[in-house]
C-alpha cells in the first residue's frame, strides 16, 4: 500500500500483476532463463511482476504527486486454479477500500508499441468439463465382445466439434476444445474405459447452458449407441472479464499519449482467452488491457505457452508508464 501525501479525496487504486510459472521446460538459452527443472515463465507473469515493482518504486519516490493511494497487488495462481478470488475472499480489497482497479498482460500477438483497449466484454468466460466412457474391455483380436472405449471417445470429441459451428448463433463467439483424451494400457487391449476433458469459452451466459446441454446430450446418444454408459460433469471456471467504460478511457487516454500512432490502438480486440481478474473486475469497475510484446526482428515473438516464450523487455518501461500515468491521473 502506497499513500500519497498530497492533500484530496482519499481514493484508492489497485493495480494487480499476476506472478505465477507454468509447467513447462524453457528451451530459450539465454542467462535469465528458469532455473528449475519444467517450469518456466511462459506466459509473461514475469514480466507483469516487473512492472508493478518498478510502479511501485516509482510511486513511492513520489507521493507527493498524488492523493490517496495505491495498492498492489500481487496476484498467484491465474493459471488455475485461480488465485484472484481466495484473495478477494481474504480482504485484498478492503481496508482500505479499493474504488477502481487497473491490470495489463504483456502480449505476444501484438507487436511492441501497441496496446489493446477496449470497454465491455474483453475475455472469455471458461468452463471446463470431464467425461469418462464406461465400455467393456477386451481382447484386440475379438472386438465383438467388447464395448470399445476408445471408439466412442473418438466419435464424441469429432462429434463436439460441431456443437458450435451448428448449434451456436455465429453471431456469438465459442469454442470447444478437448485438451485431455486418455485409455487403455497395452495396444492388444480393447480398453474398457476413456476419459474425455476439455474447456468451453464464451462470453454469453445463455451460450453456455446450451453447450453444456448439447455435449451431455451428444455423449449420451454415442454410449447408448454403442450400449455403453458415461459419467459427466461440467463446472464454470472464471466469468467473462468486462472493464468498465470509465475506467477503459482513463486507460486509453493514458496510452493515446504514449503511442503515437492512433491505428495502435485497438478498442475493439477481443480473445477467447480468460482471465481471473475477472473476479476482480465484478467487484470493482477497473480495466484489464493488452499491452503489445512481439519484436519479429528479435524472434521475440514465440506465443504465450510456447517453450521459446520471451518478449521485448522495452514494454516492461511501457508498462510502468502507463501504471504511473492512470494511477497520477486517476487520484489527482
Not at 480482504?91 to 487497473?102: C, Q, R, S, T
Not at 454408459?229 to 468498465?244: A, G, H, W
Request: charge should be negative; hydrophobic fraction near 40%; charged fraction near 20%.
Amino acid at each position: 500500500m502506497i499513500k500519497g501525501e498530497k492533500p484530496g479525496d482519499d481514493k484508492v487504486l489497485g493495480i494487480r500483476a499476476d506472478m505465477d510459472a507454468l509447467p513447462i521446460q524453457e528451451e530459450n538459452q539465454v542467462s535469465y532463463r528458469s532455473r528449475h527443472k519444467g517450469v518456466m515463465h511462459a506466459c509473461g507473469h514475469d514480466g507483469h511482476t516487473a512492472i508493478a515493482l518498478g510502479t511501485a518504486y516509482y510511486l513511492n519516490q513520489h507521493r507527493q504527486d498524488f492523493s490517496g493511494g495505491v495498492k498492489i497487488i500481487f496476484q498467484p495462481a491465474e493459471e488455475g486454479p485461480g488465485g484472484a478470488k481466495p484473495m478477494i475472499e481474504a480482504g485484498v480489497l478492503e481496508n482500505p477500500a479499493v474504488d477502481a482497479i487497473i491490470g495489463l498482460h504483456l502480449w505476444n500477438d501484438l507487436p511492441i508499441g501497441s496496446a489493446a483497449i477496449k470497454p465491455g466484454a474483453f475475455m472469455a468466460a471458461i468452463s471446463v468439463f470431464n467425461c469418462t466412457i464406461l465400455g467393456q474391455g477386451g481382447h484386440a483380436a475379438l472386438p465383438h465382445q467388447t464395448i470399445d472405449s476408445v471408439v466412442i471417445s473418438a466419435q464424441v470429441v469429432n462429434a463436439l466439434q460441431t456443437i458450435v459451428s451448428r448449434n451456436i448463433n455465429p453471431l456469438d463467439s465459442a469454442v470447444i476444445s478437448i485438451g485431455e483424451l486418455h485409455a487403455g494400457t497395452k495396444m492388444n487391449v480393447i480398453a474398457d474405459t476413456a476419459r474425455i476433458a476439455g474447456s468451453i469459452r464464451y462470453f454469453n451466459d445463455d451460450v453456455i447452458k446450451l453447450i453444456e446441454q448439447r455435449i451431455e446430450q451428444v455423449i449420451d446418444g454415442i454410449c447408448r449407441a454403442h450400449g455403453a454408459k458415461y459419467t459427466f460433469e461440467c463446472s464454470k471456471i472464471y466469468p467473462p472479464l468486462v472493464n468498465d467504460p470509465e475506467i477503459t478511457a482513463l486507460v486509453t487516454s493514458k496510452a493515446s499519449q504514449l503511442i503515437e500512432n492512433p491505428e495502435s490502438i485497438l478498442s475493439e480486440y477481443q480473445t477467447l482467452g480468460s482471465e481471473d481478474m475477472s473476479f476482480f473486475l465484478q467487484e470493482v469497475p477497473g480495466c484489464y488491457f493488452f499491452l503489445g510484446s512481439a519484436n519479429a526482428a528479435e524472434k521475440l515473438n514465440y506465443p504465450h505457452h510456447h517453450p521459446k516464450f520471451d518478449f521485448d523487455e522495452t514494454a516492461l518501461a511501457m508498462g510502468v508508464e502507463m501504471f504511473v500515468g492512470c494511477a497520477e491521473n486517476f487520484l489527482g
